[in-house]
């Protein structure tokens, strides 16, 4: 990838717009334990014990822990006309999207703590896809410092707002415009539409 100075004003605001998988990080951290393991006083009922969560997010992590320097290296030696970063950013969108809303359909015939534990693996590996080459995204687009910190802090606003939009809008929703299943609001409202805006921001970003 050829390495610019003086990036412009578009470019950078479009780079901090690719951090909108912030939304799907709120969204897990915030909404996945609660959706199968709910207060009391939700109106949904624990899919399973706390124990067996704990377990599943376990194993989960240890298995981000094994695919991080995995997906590093493969980002970091890897030759496209698109640059080094740019397909496995394309390469896991759509599968991060998808992981993400999975995880809040979860199936009769399967023990929740097994699929729990697979599609939590599952979504961050391909959030590590996401999210790695992003980040290191900022040292090839310049080496002026100036850009450097712009783009750092572009990504900053716009992860900010992303995390206020993944840990509020959500249960606005549910509770003013689903009445009669919590359940389907919040798998509705755990918003497919939002995950449109990675894939729009990872396509423009650049440009």
């Known amino acids: 990838m050829k390495t610019k100075n003086k990036l412009s ?10 951090v909108s998988y912030a939304i799907i990080d709120q969204i897990f951290v915030q909404w996945v334990v609660y959706f199968y393991l709910p207060p009391a006083n939700s109106g ?14 376990i194993i989960s992590r240890f298995v981000d822990m094994i695919f991080d320097p995995l997906v590093g290296y493969a980002s970091d030696n890897f030759h496209s006309k698109w ?3 740019i397909p496995f950013i394309a390469f896991g969108s759509i599968p991060l999207v998808l992981c993400t809303i999975a995880l809040f359909y979860p199936p009769n015939n ?3 703590p097994l699929y729990l534990s697979v599609m939590s693996s599952l979504f961050f590996i391909f959030y590590t896809i996401v999210g790695a080459p992003y980040n290191a995204l900022i040292p090839e687009l310049s080496q002026s ?4 910190l712009n783009l750092s802090t572009w990504q900053s ?11 509020i809008m959500p249960g606005f929703l549910i509770k003013y415009f689903d009445t009669n299943s ?3 609001g919040i798998q509705k409202k ?9 894939l729009v921001s990872k396509v423009f970003f650049l440009n």
């Open 83 to 85: 640059g080094r970063r």
């Open 190 to 198: 755990i918003p497919p539409n939002w995950k449109v805006s990675i």
């Open 145 to 148: 410092y100036e850009d450097r």
């Open 110 to 112: 399967i023990p929740i």
């Open 157 to 167: 606003i716009f992860r900010l707002i992303y995390s206020a939009i993944a840990m």
């Open 44 to 57: 949904l009922k624990p899919l399973t014990s706390p124990a067996y969560i704990a377990l599943a997010l």
């Open 182 to 184: 919590v359940t389907q």
């Open 9 to 18: 004003f578009l470019t950078q605001l479009f780079y901090g717009l690719g």
